[in-house]
């Protein structure tokens, strides 16, 4: 699960380009084994029309949030890719912001009140421990923080001695409108309580990137955070973000909780913009999580045409 593609600079030129966006599709194909993602994501690389990538096409004012949540699809024509957003799915809310360096995912507010392990999670999994439940596979957001050029480090490791997740870290804030349609934006971090300090959570999440698991009868890759660990605030070895410091997932001793008092209504739509840290280098090779014995539980990775489509 590592990347060594950084396509921030102004200078690449169009050959350097092609050769990323190569490598990312064949990073991609040969991790998730589905073609069809990495494809695009080298489509978002190489061109400057979304359209002939085949992708969707949003104002550049919703590269901001500002027209969130986003209900329907932009009926003006097709902007640069460089103005505007770039849908990656037809079936799923997640966006790349080349010109600003953003991933954009749409969501709903699952949980208020109450201890959390995840701060967002996958949409049909963790919604009774995240505040927002994004409808978006876990693996599409990965390869759209890739396709930016941040790099993931290594999910948090306990044998034989307790390694806090590394990466890339990763801004996240939330906008949805109020019940008056005026637009409301806050760091991800105020929704939620460290219940030492009573006060907002003060850490920043990390790319850690979770990790692929290979069924050596069949064959099959599954990315581990498909079940559901998006965005954690407990920690654990599957997550995709996580937090770099030691926070327990055990009953008991959870960290976290989320603040009620800040937290939209249930089932209030959000679209959540992640900025990654472009800079962060891995100062040493990440090393490999301990793979699970056969039978552990994970989730299978599906094509677009095999996955329920969501609302748009």
């Known amino acids: 699960m590592r990347s060594q593609f950084n396509t921030s600079s102004t200078n690449l030129t169009p050959a350097y380009r092609v050769s990323v966006a ?5 990073f991609i194909t040969a991790m998730c084994g589905i073609c069809a993602p990495g494809m695009l994501i080298a489509q978002v690389l190489t061109t400057s029309d ?9 104002s550049s004012s919703q590269a901001d949030g500002s027209d969130a949540p986003i209900e ?14 770039i849908r990656l799915s037809k079936e799923h809310e997640v966006w790349v912001d080349k010109k600003n360096k953003r991933v954009i995912l749409g969501g709903t507010i699952a949980f208020r009140k109450g201890l959390l392990e995840m701060f967002a999670c996958i949409k049909n999994t963790k919604e009774h421990e995240s505040i927002v439940a994004v409808n978006s596979k876990a693996y599409l957001v ?18 034989p001695a307790y390694v806090p997740a590394s990466g890339a870290k990763v801004k996240v804030e939330v ?3 109020d019940k008056d349609g005026k637009e409301r934006r806050c760091r991800a971090q105020e929704l939620i309580r460290d219940l030492q300090t009573k006060k907002p959570m003060q850490y920043d999440w990390v790319f850690a990137g979770s990790y692929f698991w290979t069924d050596q009868e069949t064959g099959k890759n599954y990315y581990q955070a498909e079940g559901g660990e998006l965005i954690c605030v407990s920690n654990f070895s599957t997550a995709t973000m996580d937090l770099p410091v030691e926070s327990s997932a055990s009953s008991g001793q959870l960290l976290f909780e989320a603040a009620t008092e800040k937290i939209p209504p249930l089932g209030t739509k959000v679209r959540l913009i992640l900025t990654p840290d472009l800079t962060w280098k891995r100062s040493e090779p990440s090393p490999q999580p301990k793979v699970p014995e056969r039978g552990a539980e994970s989730q299978e990775l599906k094509s677009g045409a095999d996955e329920s489509k969501v609302s748009e």
């Open 22 to 26: 190569k490598r990312t599709c064949i």
């Open 50 to 58: 979304p359209a002939a990538a085949g992708a969707t096409n949003e």
């Open 72 to 85: 329907k699809k932009s009926e003006s024509k097709p902007a640069q890719a460089q103005n505007g957003l």
């Open 142 to 159: 990965h390869a759209a923080l890739l396709a930016l050029g941040a790099k993931n480090g290594s999910p948090v490791q306990y044998d």
């Open 175 to 177: 906008v949805w409108k």
